[in-house]
């Protein structure tokens, strides 16, 4: 990850230099801090790529700068200063600009611009947050593939900008933690090795750990969970990270449950072998909650929160569960199993019902990629959300509209839910098409306790990309970590 810092002036030596220009700006006035003949250059360079200061464009070219050979960069703010994101996408520009452009210190100078710590601190996030790369395995990665870029300094963003950066430094560790679980393959990532990964990162700043191996999920009779996990080799895991940051640290938490399905075949439902090997991410649920626990801890929030991870590998095995086959989840409720590939549900389900009767909470809100149908519905620009409670939902998609976690809320209801109900069992756990991320988020608001606020995210659109963002390149993009902060740090941490 980048080094971010803040000075009040341009250093001396060798760096790149950015200067962000709003739509009305002046390019020649941007560059006042340059003699006439780099000036001049410079602007010439800009109207030849037709840089019209839009929003995380650039324009890009060298001037003499005492004798320096310098690399400028205009970057362009657009001319709308509510813009979505505008001072992330900025940062996470100039970083894709350069990251293996042989450089390894860019300077951005926001002189001028009048800019306060806030904002300047956004700048270096999106700046950070882009650099992100597992490049683990890749031995044979040429010279000019290789990242160069190690730092970046901001000048003139306000004398509490360091101040108020930790908190940010701490959300780009949280994501980087969930990009790491979610990018890793099966062989290595699975529900063990999650949990290994949660003690290594979380236990240090505080988290308390707590994990339920197969017998003493069997003991509780979470049979839902177990069926998905018994056609596998690797061992299932329920992992419960506590964080108590509240002036009383034993009060009520909020529960965060996330999906991890660490890969899923989609057991005896097998799922069709090209794109399969994507599976590896179906834990982005999980994933997103413990890099939000990271970050909480991380930056020592002042609630109480758990997050629980639901962890088991869905394989076809001659002891796989089995279409038609009946199961009694934790709650007592039995569900006949329709289709093994719907199996995120019967894993949530129990953590679930294990998560309320411990902890008691009255807001918990899970994250999945439950279904493929929320992708037919939303693409890749939202999430869906489902939720028992306009008030939770408002919150949330305020915290994703300010993060870019974007979520979309989605109906549930007695026709939707009536479509669940089983001929032999209380429910099934599969329906037809249609509606099918509904139907799965009226499946699970049936393990909600009267009285408990609860908010289904289906995610499944949005932890891994094909194509780059502005803060991640192509692979998985740490969504809902940067969501979950938010939501805690607005409605549930003391001010």
Not at 397 to 422: C, F, N, Q
Request: net charge negative.
């Amino acid at each position: 990850m980048l080094k971010v810092s803040f000075a009040s002036q341009r250093p001396d030596g060798a760096y790149a230099l950015a200067i962000p220009a709003w739509s009305e700006d002046m390019v020649s006035e941007r560059l006042a801090g340059f003699p006439e003949p780099a000036r001049t250059l410079a602007a010439r360079a800009a109207d030849a790529q037709r840089f019209e200061r839009e929003l995380a464009a650039i324009a890009e070219t060298f001037v003499d700068d005492g004798g320096m050979a310098r690399r400028v960069l205009l970057v362009g703010l657009g001319g709308k200063r509510d813009d979505e994101a505008i001072y992330e996408r900025v940062g996470g520009a100039l970083t894709a600009k350069l990251l293996t452009s042989g450089e390894t210190k860019l300077v951005i100078d926001l002189t001028g611009l009048n800019f306060d710590g806030e904002t300047a601190t956004r700048i270096g996030f999106g700046a950070a947050a882009r650099s992100w790369r597992h490049d683990l395995y890749r031995t044979r990665l040429g010279r000019k593939q290789k990242p160069t870029l190690e730092e970046v300094i901001i000048v003139g963003g306000g004398a509490d900008a360091a101040d108020l950066w930790s908190d940010r430094a701490a959300l780009l560790d949280g994501i980087n933690l969930t990009r790491n679980l979610v990018t890793e393959p099966a062989n290595v990532i699975y529900p063990e090795s999650f949990v290994a990964r949660c003690r290594e990162e979380l236990e240090g700043l505080g988290v308390e750990i707590e994990v339920l191996d197969r017998a003493a999920m069997a003991k509780l009779g979470m049979n839902a969970l177990l069926g998905v996990a018994q056609g596998s080799e690797n061992e299932p895991r329920l992992l419960a990270m506590r964080w108590r940051g509240a002036a009383d640290p034993d009060a009520t938490p909020v529960v965060l449950v996330g999906k991890g399905i660490t890969f899923d075949t989609g057991g005896i439902s097998i799922k069709p072998a090209q794109g399969m090997e994507a599976m590896k991410w179906d834990m982005g649920g999980a994933g997103a909650v413990a890099g939000a626990m990271r970050t909480l801890a991380g930056r020592k929030a002042k609630a109480n929160v758990v997050g629980v991870c639901a962890l088991a590998e869905n394989m076809p095995d001659g002891r796989a569960q089995r279409p038609g086959d009946i199961v009694a989840s934790m709650s007592g409720q039995t569900i006949e199993v329709i289709n093994t590939d719907a199996e995120g549900r019967l894993v949530l389900c129990d953590a679930l019902t294990w998560a309320q009767r411990e902890y008691q909470p009255k807001v918990v809100v899970d994250l999945a990629t439950l279904t493929g149908a929320i992708i037919i519905s939303l693409g890749h620009e939202y999430a869906g959300m489902f939720s028992n409670d306009d008030g939770l939902s408002a919150s949330l998609a305020s915290a994703g509209m300010e993060t870019g976690d974007k979520l979309w809320r989605m109906p549930v209801g007695e026709a939707y839910d009536k479509i669940m109900d089983s001929p032999v069992a209380d429910m099934k756990n599969s329906a037809s098409r249609e509606g099918g991320s509904i139907t799965a988020a009226c499946f699970l608001q049936r393990f909600v306790e009267p009285g408990v606020k609860w908010a289904h995210l289906d995610i499944a659109g949005m932890v891994w990309a094909e194509k780059p963002g502005h803060l991640y390149d192509k692979g998985a993009t740490g969504f809902g970590v940067a969501l979950l902060d938010r939501f805690i740090a607005e409605n549930h941490e003391a001010k």
